[in-house]
């Protein structure tokens, strides 16, 4: 039982290129999320889904794309990287109820 | 919009002292989380507050819910320097039909650093 997986662990891009961050989870969990930190702002959403087909924006949506085509995987496109993506990425996954979050290692991404 | 601000948001403390951490929010919340994070890792859960009154301990480490304050507390006592970290609370949105499925708003985080 591996949990919430993130890959890769660190990226470097130059702006312009795109990318996908993955996140696997084995949990059978419905909820799925991708969170970005940056330093002083806390966590911030970035899309979620409830269940595999359905996704939803977050608080800070622009720039990135997501699909969930399967209950396991979540992953979270860069179409266009910009400098201002560069932050740390979390992907989390929670059961329907008591809502408690498992949070993934985290992708460390730098835009140059 | 559910908002929530921690404070502090940096505290250094001696071993042994006692201290709070406190987190308020803008809109009634019916749960409440907390978690620690260490340095260049992920985010650890350590208390949830599913009720106005709850209480939770842990080691060195009490949270309380006042849903009528819209307010939680994260107390530590006679800290040691392994309780270094950086503390978030996050209250969970209320169901309502325009705002998706409920979700958690994160504070900004309360980087603790215990000295010996």
Redesign the interface.
């Known amino acids: 039982n591996a949990g919430v997986t993130q890959t890769p662990k660190f990226q470097v891009l130059k702006t312009g290129q795109s990318m996908t961050l993955q996140c696997a989870q084995d949990m059978n969990h419905e ?1 799925m ?1 991708w ?1 970005r930190q940056d330093p ?6 970035i899309h ?1 889904s ?1 269940g595999a087909g359905i996704t ?1 924006q ?1 608080e800070v949506p622009n720039g990135y794309n997501v699909s969930r085509s399967t209950t396991e995987d979540f992953p979270l496109r860069l179409l266009s990287a910009a400098p201002s993506q560069t932050s740390v990425y ?1 992907c989390a996954t929670r059961l329907t109820a ?9 992708t460390r991404l730098t835009v140059t | 919009e559910l908002k ?1 601000e921690q404070n502090p ?1 940096f505290l250094s403390m001696q071993e042994g002292k006692n201290y709070t951490i406190y987190c308020n929010y803008s809109t009634t919340s019916d ?1 409440l ?1 907390w978690y620690r994070q260490d340095p260049g ?3 650890e ?1 350590l208390f ?1 507050l ?1 009720s106005n009154g709850a209480v939770k301990q842990e080691g060195r480490l009490m949270a309380s819910l006042d849903t009528k304050a819209r307010l939680s507390t994260l107390h530590i006592t006679a800290a040691v320097h392994d309780l270094s970290a950086t503390y ?1 609370c ?1 209250p ?1 949105t209320r169901p309502d039909v325009n705002q ?10 309360t980087r603790l650093t215990i000295n010996p």
């Open positions: 909820y999320s969170y002083g702002m806390g966590l911030r959403l979620y409830v939803d977050g979390f008591p809502y408690e979050q498992y949070f993934g290692p985290g | 929530v948001l749960r989380y890792k992920s985010l859960s949830v599913l978030f996050a969970k998706g499925a409920q979700k958690l708003v994160f504070g900004q985080g």
